[in-house]
């Protein structure tokens, strides 16, 4: 468990913050623009001079409307289109990593808890492939357990976290045991099994500002929330 973040994704994640850095910075450099060549012009006596040789105000005028007509038009396709798009796909890059995340946030020979406390995970050590060597999972399946409720235990012999298309980090087992009952009774029930997964860690919805930022435009005006 090193910690480090992939070179290769915080290019890419880089590069997807471009497009909402572009839809921000083109109005105000814009703005900026017109401020500054209109005081230079106003310090340097050229808009007496250019009005005293005929040439009118409105045209003036309507050459920085043009190229704010232009920048409004950039701007909106940008915001609208390309920033939501853009932000959906740093969201489908970030599900990709969450394995990746979750295997460099453990360290070997510790236990680590998961869904609200109510699954240990522990694994011996990693190969050289991140695989996960000497795996255990002891699982309570209720939130508010008592003496009697069951228990499900499972070692196995390796295993890989994999990140699901929705969202959620699975680990995969392969050639382990698992065994089903509750401590003090002898009504266990014990299983071999050659390939077996568990759930370690549901997504969580999405919400806030993030998630209406990668919404598109049109889903967008259909949501009904405020």
């Known amino acids: 468990a090193t910690g480090e973040l992939s070179p290769a994704l915080l290019m890419q994640l880089i590069g997807l913050q471009l497009p909402d850095l572009f839809a921000f910075m083109l109005p105000l450099a814009l703005f900026l623009s017109i401020l500054l060549v209109i005081s230079r012009c106003s310090v340097e006596q050229e808009l007496v001079a250019m009005f005293s040789i005929g040439v009118p105000w409105r045209r ?36 990709q990593e969450e394995s990746v995340a979750l295997i460099q946030t453990l360290s ?6 998961f869904q609200g406390d109510r699954l240990v ?12 060597k000497e795996v255990f999972i002891a699982e ?5 357990p008592d003496e009697k409720d069951p228990w499900t235990v499972v070692s196995a012999k390796h ?7 929705s969202g959620h980090v699975y680990v995969e087992l392969v050639k382990g045991h698992r065994y089903d009952g509750t401590p003090g009774f002898q009504d266990y029930m014990a299983i071999d099994f050659q390939s077996y997964g568990k759930l370690i860690e549901k997504k969580r ?21 405020p």
């Open 121 to 132: 995970f522990y694994v011996e050590d990693f190969t050289d492939k991140k695989e996960l």
């Open 140 to 144: 309570q399946p209720k939130a508010h």
């Open 205 to 225: 919805p999405q919400e806030g500002l993030y998630y209406y930022s990668a919404m598109p435009t049109r889903m967008l005006l259909q949501d009904k929330n």
């Open 108 to 113: 070997p020979g510790r236990f680590y808890s």
């Open 60 to 95: 003036f005028v309507t050459l920085c409307l043009g190229l704010s007509t232009v920048s409004v038009i950039i701007t909106s396709f940008f915001t609208l289109v390309v920033v939501p798009y853009a932000c959906h796909l740093k969201d489908q890059l970030i599900k």
């Open 159 to 165: 295993g890989k976290i994999v990140a699901h298309h």
